[in-house]
Every structure is written in structure tokens, then in C-alpha cells.
């Protein structure tokens, strides 16, 4: 009996959801140690097939960008590479946590697909928390996880959402954040994707208004970036994001961006700069999800980004359908477009995805 005073192992309870975005943890094992002390294990298995066939070339999921193609070609895959583990420990007020999935780099001492389809361990989270002040890499505050639509393809509509993950300094008081993270500029002349490394932080600051209703933040971005030829200028976004409980337990996600946003939004569909001005982008997503029983449901969403100096024109739809098996298991179907209008470029894909919550 021993044991039994040193640790109990509880199961906690465990999101089923296949969109595993929305937060660092969604599931877990928890050794509790004693009343402060605690160990949590969680993550998933995730196996996708897809078919995708267009002239905008394949992709383990749709991102910003992507290869136009001369012509139309098809493509199937199976992969697991979205496959995570995470730990998180808690001692008291201060709380620590790491994840990786295997989206690392295959090519550099990795595998292929001729023999093992390896890939390496990519790190994604690693924080510590200490009462009201985060640092560490994690999702950018600037970004509103739970506004994200349940996809099969990663992320949904990445082209038109929010999402880094970046080092930090966080502050939170109730539903206020403030940060400062770490700074890069993205692009340089029309169509470059240079990179630049900053001398000032990014600074961030979100207020998330919180009720039985869901959520609605509100961000606001200020940076100052840098050119190719060494100059200087100031940047400001905005972001308006949300998820509102609509009839039972469907609801209605929506992200709307503005501004200098640049690399903040949209997975490369928008640079900070363009030659020695900042670009303006705008975006806007949407996502209805509906439950049709239980454990069966379905989302439709639209995703679309559009950039003022590079004439860039992207967007990414889709619908699906998820059955939950059991509370560990689900299975999901969707098909959907992305396409790159300034390139008069698209491609269709059919992604059958099953995953495992561990």
C-alpha cells in the first residue's frame, strides 16, 4: 500500500476533439505526486491519408503558400507526422511544460520514402509559468486558439489564421495579456522571403471577454521592422477573434486581421516587409461547427488572406465529418480547396484522418 501514498494515477478527463491546436495540452495521464506536486503525460497518434489533385503541389497539410505547378498532377500519402507527446510538470505555483511532434526536418539525418519514412522530433512548447508571468516558446499571445476550426488538415484554413509559436515573456491578469516576443522580419523585395533577426521585441497586448456565451479577443501588434538594406519601420496589427456557442453545442469561429500583421497571420501568405515598406494584409476566417449527434459532427469553413503590395490573393475551404468511436478514438473525413488566386492556381484534396488521444 505503499505506493498508493506516494502517487495515485488519475485518468483525466480527455478533449476528443480532432483539432489538437486549440491548446498546448488536450489530454493527459496525471501522477500526483502530493497535494503540489504532480506529473502529466498526454498527446496523440494521428494517421492521414490524402488525395490531392490540382496544380499547386501536394503538402502533408495546406499552409499560406505553396509550389504552382505547369500543370495539374495528383498525389496520395499516408503520414503520422502530426503525432505529439507532451509532459507537463507542476510544483507548487510554478508550472512546466514541453511537446514535440514529428514535423522535423526527414531530409538532414532523417529518412525518406523510399525505405523508413522517418522524420526527426520537432519541439514545440517548452514554457515555464509562474503564477501570472509565462516565458518560454509557446502559441504568440497575439493569437486566439480557440478560434481555430476543427479541421483533418491541420490548423484549417491556416492562410487566414493566426498562429506562431514563439518565445516570450507573458504577463496575464484576468482576461488582460501583455508580452513581449521574439522579433523577425519576414520578406524583403516582391517575393523575396528573406529573413532578418531584430534589435527590438515585438510587443503584444490581448484582452479576451470570456462568458457561458464563448469568447471574443481583441489584439493589438506593434513591431518595428527591419529591410534588406538596414533600415527601419514601425509596424501595427490588429486581430479580432472568437468562439460563440450557438444552438446545443455547436458554435460559430471566426478570426478577423488587419494591418502591418505580416508573418503573424496566415503561415507565409503575407510578408512584414516589401522593399522598404511595410505590407498591409487583410484577413478573414470563418467556421460554423454542428453536432449531428453525440458523438458525430461536422465543420465548414473559409479561410482567405490578401496583401497590398505583393498582390497576394489566398484561400482555403473545406467540410467535414468526425465520429467519435470511443472517447480515445475519433475518424474524420474532409475535402476542400486551396487555392492562390494572384497565380491562377488551386488544388482539391480528400483527407481521411484517424486519431488516437493518448
Do not use: C
Not at 71 to 78: A, P, R, T, V
Not at 325 to 352: C, R
Request: without cysteine.
Amino acid at each position: 500500500m505503499l505506493h498508493k501514498k506516494l502517487f495515485t494515477i488519475k485518468k483525466l478527463a480527455l478533449a476528443t476533439s480532432l483539432l489538437a491546436v486549440t491548446g498546448a495540452a488536450n489530454a493527459g495521464y496525471t501522477l500526483k505526486l502530493d497535494d503540489d506536486n504532480s506529473i502529466t503525460f498526454g498527446g496523440y497518434i494521428k494517421v492521414d491519408t490524402r488525395y490531392v489533385d490540382g496544380n499547386i503541389a501536394a503538402t502533408d497539410y495546406w499552409y499560406g503558400g505553396g509550389t504552382v505547378l505547369a500543370k495539374d498532377q495528383s498525389n496520395f500519402g499516408i503520414a503520422a507526422n502530426e503525432t505529439r507527446f507532451n509532459t507537463k510538470y507542476v510544483h507548487g505555483d510554478v508550472t512546466g511544460f514541453i511537446e514535440i511532434d514529428f514535423y522535423g526536418d526527414a531530409v538532414s539525418g532523417g529518412g525518406n520514402e523510399v525505405i523508413s519514412n522517418s522524420s526527426k522530433p520537432r519541439l514545440r512548447h517548452a514554457f515555464i509559468q509562474y503564477k501570472d508571468v509565462l516565458v518560454g516558446q509557446t502559441w504568440t499571445t497575439f493569437q486566439n486558439t480557440s478560434s481555430l476550426a476543427e479541421s483533418a488538415d491541420f490548423g484549417g484554413p491556416l492562410v487566414a489564421s493566426a498562429f506562431i509559436r514563439q518565445g516570450q515573456i507573458r504577463y496575464t491578469n484576468g482576461g488582460l495579456q501583455l508580452s513581449i516576443e521574439n522579433p523577425e522580419s519576414y520578406g524583403g523585395y516582391r517575393g523575396d522571403s528573406t529573413t532578418r533577426d531584430d534589435s527590438v521585441p515585438d510587443f503584444i497586448g490581448k484582452y479576451t471577454f470570456k462568458g457561458d456565451w464563448g469568447n471574443v479577443s481583441v489584439s493589438a501588434l506593434g513591431r518595428q521592422l527591419k529591410s534588406v538594406t538596414g533600415n527601419t519601420e514601425t509596424a501595427i496589427g490588429y486581430g479580432v477573434a472568437g468562439r460563440i456557442n450557438t444552438f446545443g453545442k455547436d458554435d460559430f469561429r471566426f478570426q478577423v486581421h488587419g494591418g502591418n500583421v505580416g508573418r503573424y497571420v496566415g503561415v507565409t501568405a503575407s510578408t512584414d516587409m516589401v522593399g522598404e515598406e511595410a505590407e498591409d494584409t487583410t484577413s478573414i476566417m470563418v467556421a460554423y461547427r454542428h453536432f449531428w449527434t453525440e458523438d458525430m459532427r461536422s465543420s465548414v469553413f473559409y479561410g482567405n488572406t490578401q496583401t497590398d503590395l505583393t498582390d497576394r490573393d489566398r484561400s482555403h475551404w473545406g467540410v467535414n465529418l468526425f465520429k467519435n468511436v470511443t472517447k480515445q478514438l475519433s475518424f474524420g473525413l474532409e475535402v476542400g480547396n486551396f487555392e492562390m488566386a494572384e497565380s491562377d492556381a488551386d488544388s482539391n484534396y480528400v483527407q481521411l484522418s484517424a486519431k488516437f488521444v493518448l
